[in-house]
């Protein structure tokens, strides 16, 4: 009798341990596409990711970097001061992108140029991703927004 209750605690036990392996099993495949890594343009330039990779690249965008092609497609180069990394985009920009603005996109770094899938600009005057401002601090090129 002793020994049927302590065969069943057993299987419980590995029935358990089996499940827990299955569900995050699942919960990391469901994940790995939903997780996309911050690099700073030095990052980028010093390790290269692989052209399947999808992350997220913020900075600057540089001056007099913005090249309209045709139809919606746009060029330009984002830094954090430090380096510099072509960036192209088909689609239609957010408003409050523009110069000397910081930026976060999306997509894989292709042949030297990042592709970016979206773009997002700063909300309003002040704002500016944590991800970004620590790069450009660490670049020592971030400045204070006025009024802060």
Do not use: C
């Amino acid at each position: 009798m002793k020994s049927l209750k302590k065969q069943r605690r057993i299987q419980v036990i590995a029935l358990t341990v089996v499940a827990l392996v299955v569900a995050t099993g699942l919960i990391g495949y469901a994940m790995r596409d939903g997780i996309n890594f911050f690099r700073s343009p030095s990052q980028v330039v010093a390790e290269p990711p692989a052209a399947s990779e999808v992350f997220r690249i913020g900075g600057l965008v540089e001056e007099g970097s913005i090249v309209r092609g045709q139809g919606e497609t746009v060029r330009f180069s984002v830094t954090d001061g430090g380096a510099s990394v072509a960036v192209s985009y088909t689609g239609v920009l957010p408003d409050l992108f523009s110069e000397n603005e910081g930026m976060v996109g999306t997509g894989r770094y292709v042949n030297g140029v990042f592709e970016a899938t979206e773009i997002l600009a700063k909300h309003d005057e002040t704002y500016m991703p944590k991800e970004v401002v620590d790069a450009l601090k660490e670049q020592g090129v971030y400045k204070e927004p006025e009024g802060s």
